[in-house]
Structure formats: C-alpha cells, structure tokens
Antibody, heavy 122, light 109 residues
C-alpha cells in the first residue's frame, strides 16, 4: 500500500525558514518523480514544486521560485521542501504527491499524502 | 502569467451527464499539456482521476472520462452519482512547471 506521510509543518514568523519532509513507503521511491502541492485555507490547489526520479530536474511555481528548494533522498525514501523567506501568503496545507512517471513535468500525480499545515504569522 | 480556467460551479441531476472544461490563456490545450484531473471532497486530500488527457487510474470509476474538446481539456461524468458532488481540479504542464485550474464545484441536485 502506497503511503506518503508529511511532517515538519507548524507556526513560523514571516521571514523565517521551515523544512518539510515526506516519508514514502509501499513503492519503489527512486523510480518516480515527486511533487509538492499546497492549498491555502478555503482556496484551490496550487502546484508548488516537482523533482524528477534522479533529482536531475526540478521545477517551481513562480510564487516560490528563489525561496523554496525541493530535494529527495532515494536511500531514505524521503522528499523534502526547504522553505526560506516565508510570507503570510505561504500559509497552507502542504501535500506531497507521487508522480506517475520518472519526470515531474510530464507526469501527473496518483497518490497523495494527508498534508502538513504551515502557518506563517507574526 | 499563466492562467488555467475552469467553470467555478456546475449543477447536475443524479443520473445526468456533465462536462467540466479546462482552458489556458496561452491558447488551445493539447495532449502536450498532459492534462490531469483530480477530485476533492471536503476535509480530504485530492484524489487523482485522469492523467495524460484520457488515462484512468485503476480506481477511477468508469463513468469518468477525459478528452480534448473545443481547444480545452474536458472531464465528462456520465450517470452522475450523489457521491460525485465535490470540487474538481485540472492540472496542465507548462514547460517545466505545472499549473492547476481554479477548480469547479460540482453540485448534484
């Protein structure tokens, strides 16, 4: 059974940093790209970032480019999102999602975690 | 700025058929945008329905189908069930990034 468990969310002040993690199990993690998607309270889904199976390619939404960094450790079956210079508008539930193929840009997402809540507030 | 457009809301009767669309301000949506569709019910994580325009996941009910229609990606529900009431999101590929539409709230009434 595929499982994705996000962690690392919490309350943080504007301008500070936070690192999210996603622990994957139930599939060969290193064979698939991964995504981060977020959802602000009461709002729609926003694709945040994606990473290919080998970390060879990554992509970011314009809203987070230059502030967020996606990475993965295939040996630890883990996905990460380093979030710097956080803004109040980054407040959201952050989901990690498994891609359907090797590359994040041409792959959709099939399995999703339950999300971890990030609140940016002073 | 890339904008993906969806109908904000649609209403359908049980047993009826409804088509949700997904357009782009950059022009016609083609298979090269790898359209994906997701369903989300209140308090739940999104559930994937369709990938790469027409492909269903193993759990996708047969009444859901994806296509291209009039320059847009489309999700058609045939024989709508009460449990199909949910928010539906499309996702398109744009040269290294992916962008969600604003979502369609589907009411079954």
């Amino acid at each position: 059974e595929v499982q994705l468990v996000e962690s690392g969310g919490g309350l943080v002040q504007p301008g500070r940093s936070l690192r999210l993690s996603c622990a994957a199990s139930g599939f060969t993690f290193g064979d698939y790209a991964m995504h981060w998607v977020r959802q602000a309270p009461g709002k729609g889904l926003e694709w945040v970032s994606g990473i290919s199976w080998s970390s060879g390619s990554t992509g970011y939404a314009d809203s987070v480019k230059g502030r967020f960094t996606i990475s993965r450790d295939n040996a630890k079956n883990s996905l990460y999102l380093q979030m710097n210079s956080l803004r109040t508008e980054d407040t959201a539930l952050y989901y990690c999602a498994k891609a359907t193929g090797y590359y994040y840009d041409s792959s959709g997402s099939d399995f999703w975690g339950q999300g971890t809540l990030v609140t940016v507030s002073s | 700025q890339t904008v993906v457009t969806q109908e904000p809301s649609l209403t359908v009767s049980p047993g009826g058929t409804v088509t949700l669309t997904c357009g782009s301000n950059t022009g016609a949506v083609t298979s090269g945008y790898y359209p994906n569709w997701f369903q989300q019910k209140p308090g739940q994580a999104p559930r994937a329905l369709i990938y790469s325009t027409t492909n269903k996941h193993s759990w996708t009910p047969a009444r859901f189908s994806g296509s291209l229609l009039g320059g847009k990606a489309a999700l058609t529900l045939s024989g709508v069930q009460p449990e199909d009431e949910a928010d539906y999101y499309c996702l398109l590929y744009y040269g290294g990034a992916r962008v969600f539409g604003g979502g369609t709230k589907l009411t079954v009434l």
